[in-house]
């Protein structure tokens, strides 16, 4: 919280700043300084909360951490360069390699967050291959200053290529999706087991759950222990005006802890895990396994279902129950979380 209201202040100052350069006194050369240090802090700030989600997540980590340092940094050189009015050549080019990793960086950590199916996963490798080498012909060219033809048109053809994967990768995710759904739910009905025969559990709508437990926005982290030792769950559900609004786990309650959070005082809104996973019912188990790998995720939210939230242990549970099976080509550990 201290972080965020740090933040907040920021940004207020920042906009006081501008709003003093445009209304006071008529408009000079210190005014205009003021206000682009507003424009590039503001820039600062923006390259700093784009990557806050694969900050979060440790999407393709440490990418996102590259990404928000390079972005803050390149704009905080233009500033320092334009109040001590540098225009010498090396500085202005490392403030824009600064910006210009950040810019990579930060649609790489993006990316890397759409949680692709095992047989699409090698468009991302791709995606990340078409960045590294623009990222590389593009600091050639800014510091090489070759005049060549064939140079722009290879920046050129990269560039076509980034957007065409980058476009190519949601549509895999969202079709992919939803035809591993389609695919589950015309199965067809499952075939009579012997009596005391557990019936494998192929999908999320299949799993046996007990209803999750269910706390207030406001309720405090004290309780909210209380329920994890009361109903022996390891994450309970946040409500407020009767929707899900985030998940607070064990991890999110140590955390809070560790930053010396007062239990009786802190709200489980304050805490709680936002960037909530979503998915159809009809989801075979691995391939929701594999969405809570890729995102990092210890929860996920069930679209269409009255269990709506599924852990990691209701996912190892059911493949256990199910005999453990695991399709060969998934081609990983399916319940391996690889953090939070």
Known sequence: MLLLRLFLTSIAVNALLGIWALLIG????????????????????????????????????????????????????FIVLMWLEVDHEIPLKLAVSSLMIAATASLAGLIALVALLPHHQPIGHLENGLLGALLAVGLWVLWIETNADWVGRLVGVLAVLVAAVTLAIPALWWFGSRQAGAEASDSGPARAHPPGHRRPVTTLAALD???????????????????????EVSFVVVNAADNIVGVVNEHDVLRAIHHGADLDN???????????????????????????????????????????????????TAMINSGGHVPADSGKDPITPQGV
């Open 26 to 77: 008529s408009f000079g050369e210190l005014q205009g300084k003021v206000l682009a240090t507003s424009l590039l802090l503001s820039a600062a700030m923006l390259a700093v909360l784009i990557n806050s989600t694969p900050l979060q997540r440790r999407s393709l980590w440490p990418t996102p951490l590259v990404a928000a340092a390079s972005g803050a940094g390149g704009f905080a050189l």
């Open 209 to 231: 759950l007990t209803p999750g437990v269910v706390v207030e926005s406001s309720t405090s982290l004290a309780a909210v222990i209380e329920q994890f030792v009361g109903h």
């Open 266 to 316: 802190t709200q489980a809104v304050e805490v709680m895990s936002i960037d909530l996973v979503v998915a159809d019912k009809n989801l075979p188990l691995v391939d929701a396994a594999h969405l809570m790998t890729a995102n990092h995720s210890q929860q996920l939210m069930v679209r269409g279902s009255v269990n709506r939230v599924v852990s990691i242990s209701d996912l190892m």
